[in-house]
């Protein structure tokens, strides 16, 4: 596997959020058989920000749930530029519950630079969809597999990441605050954005050394081909080891996974 | 005096002997035995200011009832951060505290329960590990105990100087909130001066009850990055308390003159004195 000084944290960043790189759909397209797509968080409304439905993973029925922000530029406005607002968390949460009711493993794809910002989705509840997603994912009684393929852009994309396996592609990228958002902060500049990418320590790299993330898919050298068969295969050895689990041990990996990040001293 | 020593890093001052306080809303300076007796609401204005935790902790537990626990938990600065050491160094000193948030069980008109209280005069009252971890520590105490927990809660946000150490505190947080629920034990989250990111979307929303303090500051999002990202001019009374009652996500707005008497009065309609009995015995 090629090391992490092979390219700078912000090349990684850019490479992350660059409008070729394939998003939620792409995955479900080459790993995911008879998909078939389910909408609307049953309270207010459908937002295409994130994408879920049922289809086999290699014969296994599964409940996938994806951010997407589109290809074209009319679908990325009706996507928000892969942003969900409350309603795409709710639809997700309502994805996950059904998946519990019927035993099913959930796979989430997570890939956007951070939940939709705006009046409305403030009016109709954005902080709390996403801790209700937290709070929920915690208990949930069946495997969820959260894959970062894209920008895992803070809380945002933390309500898609909760569970018990998270898997990084290698240029993904994770952090609490964008790059920008942290230099203007930090040093009232944000064209400091690269220096604050090395210091957020935020590539896949760092997250598999701190033990945030169990797996890394390599993508130096490989085609897209080869990235989907590398985590397919990943995802299908989770998923038999985890079902094979008693559920209530399950649950106590998960909130242990959690329980052990930080670091402090006495 | 007991407690109130805490307030300014550990001065053995009455409260008399204290400097007086300045409102930042009409500049009234006042003397600090008269703010600490308004509960820190500007007799000139009547303006909320911003609670100092010991100041909350003595206008809400009952006297000498409150213990304290992981008062020493210090950060690691988990990703060497530039210049946060030094950060860290200063609120300590300019706020007297070890960190963001003081933890500890106590009573509330003679009702035992855990209590977390935040002080956003240390570092905004972000979340890094240590706040992450002393919450998650009070849960897992109270759920042990069968005790309810009580937050006071005020914070900017995710620490961003401790990196994805401080957003996976959210979900840390998260999971010790959900098995506390899962035991059937209550918990009440109080809103104040501010709430916003990471803390809204994860502890301060996952409460049993919520309550508000009047015209606190309470979002997701903040308000210049909405009005910068969208063009969007904001609506007055944006994101506060009553725009946040008006549109469901808080149960009641409560005045701080009334908060112990309330707290007290919903501890005992939830007859949490019952679990917390059967929590002893076990």
Redesign the interface.
Known sequence: MAANDTMTAYQRVQAARNSKRPMGMFYIDHMIDDFIELHGDRRFGDDAAIVSGIGFLNGIPVTVIAMERGDTIEDRMKRHFGCPEPEGYRKALRMMQEAEKFHRPVICFIGSSG?Y???D????????A???N???M??LRTPIISVVVGEGG??GA??L??CDTAVMLENAV????SPEG?AS??WKDASKAADAAE????TSY??KS?D?IEKIIPEQGKTEREICSALKKYLLSEITRLQAMPVSEMLDA??GK??K?????? | MGILDNILGGFSKSPADMPPRVCKACGMEIPYDEYLKNDCICPGCGVYLRMRAYERLSMIADEGSFTEIDKKLKTKDPIKFPDYAQKIDKAEKSSGLTEAVITGTAKIEGHSCGLFIMDSAFMMGSMGTVVGEKITRIFEKATAQGLPVIGFITSGGARMQEGIFSLMQMAKVSGAVQRHSEAGLLYIAVLTDPTTGGITASFAMLGDIIIAEPKALIGFAGQRVIEQTTGEKLPAGFQRAEFQLEHGFVDMIEERGRMRYTLGKLLSLHNTDAAAAAGKER
């Open positions: 939940a910002c705006g009046i989705a403030e009016k109709r509840g954005q902080g709390l996403i801790a209700e937290l709070f929920a915690m208990g803070s809380g933390l309500a990441g909760v994770y952090s609490v605050i942290c902060i930090l210091h957020l320590r935020l760092d997250l701190f945030v998960r909130y959690f329980r990040i930080g670091a402090y001293q006495k």
